[in-house]
T-cell receptor, first 115, second 115 residues
Framework: EPEVTQTPSHQVTQMGQEVILRCVPI?????FYWYRQILGQKVEFLVSFYNNEISEKSEIFDDQFSVERPDGSNFTLKIRSTKLEDSAMYFC?????????????FGPGTRLTVL | AQTVTQSQPEMSVQEAETVTLSCTYD???????LFWYKQPPSRQMILVIRQEAYKQQNATENRFSVNFQKAAKSFSLKISDSQLGDTAMYFCAFMKHQGAQKLVFGQGTRLTINP
């Protein structure tokens, strides 16, 4: 069964460094999402992406964040200059069609630790 | 803004018992979707069941069923004949019918099924 995959599973970085979190959505999916979960808190929406552009973003998704679909298979989240409060689990998701009619399939997450 | 609240951080039942997980939400929308997602240990979130707010009939998927009370803004998940494989974190989530593509999650309930 097709799955969303994410790499790396755990990333440790120093404050101020740039990180890129990678996701491979399910191959025929067109809609892509990033969520994050700070330890002990709710899963929060960051951004949705369709047709090579951001379709919605939350207040969390400020200028330090960017997303890209550099080729036909990867979907990346870049944090330009990491802060301690960016430490969280980051989940990628994809869906085959528009919401809410199509299920979002989630990846296993990347745990980002900012020191 | 929509909020989702799960008031039970942890629950534990014996195998084969029935368990009900609670979820309440707040919204001014009239049409929306509600979801229960399951996240087994070290695995990705998967959709368990979904409910469309305009449908009065409660959704059912095999051993999983919901009790949707629109006026009370309540959406509980019942797991019948619980199995060891049901051990997971369960998230209740909300999505508007139109416009937004994001899922709004509750805090999660950690469910343990004991042998």
């Amino acid at each position: 069964e097709p799955e969303v995959t994410q790499t790396p599973s755990h990333q440790v970085t120093q404050m101020g460094q740039e990180v890129i979190l990678r996701c491979v959505p399910i191959s025929n999916h067109l809609y892509f999402y990033w969520y994050r979960q700070i330890l002990g808190q709710k899963v929060e929406f960051l951004v949705s992406f369709y047709n090579n552009e951001i379709s919605e973003k939350s207040e969390i998704f400020d200028d330090q964040f960017s997303v890209e679909r550099p080729d036909g298979s990867n979907f990346t989240l870049k944090i330009r200059s990491t802060k301690l409060e960016d430490s969280a689990m980051y989940f990628c998701a994809s869906s085959g069609g528009p919401q809410p009619y199509n299920e979002q399939f989630f990846g296993p997450g990347t745990r980002l630790t900012v020191l | 803004a929509q909020t989702v609240t799960q008031s039970q951080p942890e629950m534990s039942v014996q195998e084969a018992e029935t368990v009900t997980l609670s979820c309440t939400y707040d919204t001014s929308e009239n049409n929306y979707y509600l979801f229960w997602y399951k996240q087994p240990p070290s695995r990705q979130m998967i959709l368990v069941i979904r409910q469309e707010a305009y449908k009065q009939q409660n959704a059912t998927e095999n051993r999983f069923s919901v009790n949707f009370q629109k006026a009370a803004k309540s959406f509980s998940l019942k797991i019948s004949d619980s199995q060891l494989g049901d051990t997971a974190m369960y998230f209740c989530a909300f999505m508007k019918h139109q416009g937004a593509q994001k899922l709004v999650f509750g805090q999660g309930t950690r469910l343990t099924i004991n042998p």
